[in-house]
């Protein structure tokens, strides 16, 4: 069977390597890919967000299953695209419809759905520039740090954590007199700032039955010691040590269970994963929020484990027996370092020529911010390439990881040394 994978990052090489190990899977096609995507499938460069060139592809390609790697083509709505054409209608996409992805397209009614269904979650209130007085008097209610979420998708940089109440209220009022983060940040939502340890638990489900990923934790900040800027990411573990059988059981019951079922309650065909960023509060889950798609960079290190067949799992949300596949995870450790553009997150050159990752041999690299120029690879991102260990230890795993990245090689190359260095 052919099958189509949208996106260019490392999460879309993740989803491209475990596919073209299906022996379901003829043809893999991803659009637009990266160098690492170009030597397991054939790229093809067009805009995710054009459901007409999508169109195109699948039917010249006799394409018989779409897996949807970020969420903007979700949030506008690329299933529903397929479920209102006569010549897509039959072909699944694995991603949930509009109405779904509305759990990352906005922080209002992700907090409202999780409000109604019961799933724990900081106490909060919404903002517009219309009640912003009242958005005032709930900051003072609060005690800090100060949490301020962009209702809207804003590329991953709409949330403000602030300590100074005033340095709050002037954030506030920025983001929804002045559209800071543009449209995305009309309405704000304002939380209380959730204490413990953050990680990500992941769900794939046929909006019926569902199974429930490896945990991993990810490291956003830039800087080593969980300083500087955030970025999309610079590293991920998988499995969370502090997540044990007795948390997750945890997380089962009172986040897992509560959200399928609150889907299907509100009549929400949910086919696709569901990312739950999650607070660990002295052994407690609180959710943080729902993203509708895999994380970058936690699913270079949450497929690797997975010992299923990737495709058959997909067509089991596609036909809505997901129950019935079987799936089983390695009992390894998996550990991931990202190697950035020197400059990242702020300004960086592309163009820079890659080398020496091809003589990595104890370690996956998958490519994110990468492409071909004049038969060269070169960076074409912030975000460059994961490279992926197993070990039996975390440090067994991050030293595999740091031993490959030494062999690899570009101008201003930039990486943390401290990956896991909480865990440890």
Not at 24 to 33: D, E, H, I, M, R
Not at 96 to 125: I, R
Not at 221 to 233: K, S, V
Not at 338 to 353: D, H, T
Request: hydrophobic share 40%; glycine share 10%.
């Amino acid at each position: 069977m052919n099958v189509l994978i949208l996106g260019s990052g490392g999460r879309e090489h993740a989803f491209a390597l475990k596919l073209s190990e299906s022996k379901k899977v003829t043809q893999l096609f991803v659009a637009p890919g990266n160098a690492g995507t170009d030597k397991l499938a054939t790229n093809i460069d067009i805009n995710i967000t054009d459901f007409e060139a999508i169109k195109e592809i699948v039917l010249e390609n006799a394409i018989k299953m779409v897996v949807v790697g970020p969420e903007v083509p979700l949030v506008a709505g690329v299933h529903d695209f397929f479920l209102a054409d006569d010549e897509l209608k039959d072909i699944p996409v694995i991603g949930p419809k509009k109405d779904g992805a509305l759990l990352e397209g906005s922080k209002d009614f992700s907090k409202q759905f999780m409000q109604k269904h019961g799933v724990p979650t900081a106490k909060y209130q919404s903002f517009t520039k219309d009640n912003l007085e009242d958005g005032y008097a709930f900051l003072e209610m609060l005690t800090p740090p100060y949490v301020l979420k962009a209702d809207g998708l804003a590329a991953g940089k709409g949330v403000l954590i602030l300590n100074s109440l005033e340095e709050a209220k002037t954030e506030l009022e920025d983001m929804v007199s002045n559209k800071k983060f543009g449209e995305a940040s009309t309405t704000v939502v304002i939380e209380e700032f959730l204490k413990g340890i953050e990680l990500s638990v992941f769900v794939l489900t046929d909006g019926k039955s569902y199974k429930i990923l490896p945990s991993a934790k990810d490291y956003k900040r830039i800087g080593e010691g969980d300083a500087g800027l955030n970025t999309g990411g610079m590293g991920a573990i998988s499995p969370v040590p502090f997540a044990d059988a007795a948390f997750l059981n945890k997380v089962e019951e009172l986040v897992v269970k509560p959200t399928i079922a609150g889907l299907q309650k509100d009549g929400i065909d949910y086919r696709g994963f569901i990312f739950i960023g999650l607070m660990n509060d002295n052994g407690n889950p609180s959710v943080v929020e729902y993203n509708v798609r895999m994380g970058d960079p936690e699913t270079e290190v949450v497929l690797p484990r997975i010992e299923s067949d990737l495709f058959d799992l997909f067509e089991g949300v596609a036909h809505q027996n997901l129950h019935e596949k079987s799936f089983s995870v390695t009992d390894k450790t998996a550990t991931t370092v990202m190697l950035v553009s020197g400059g990242y997150p702020e300004a960086y050159e592309k163009n820079k020529e890659i080398k020496g990752f091809d003589a990595v041999d104890e370690s996956i690299v998958f490519h994110a911010g990468t492409t071909m120029k004049d038969n060269k690879v070169v960076t074409s991102g912030g975000r460059v390439m994961a490279v992926t260990s197993f070990g039996d230890t975390i440090e067994e795993a991050l030293e595999k990881s740091y031993r490959s990245i030494d062999k690899i090689h570009f101008d201003q190359m930039n990486y943390r040394k401290d990956i896991g260095f909480d865990l440890v």
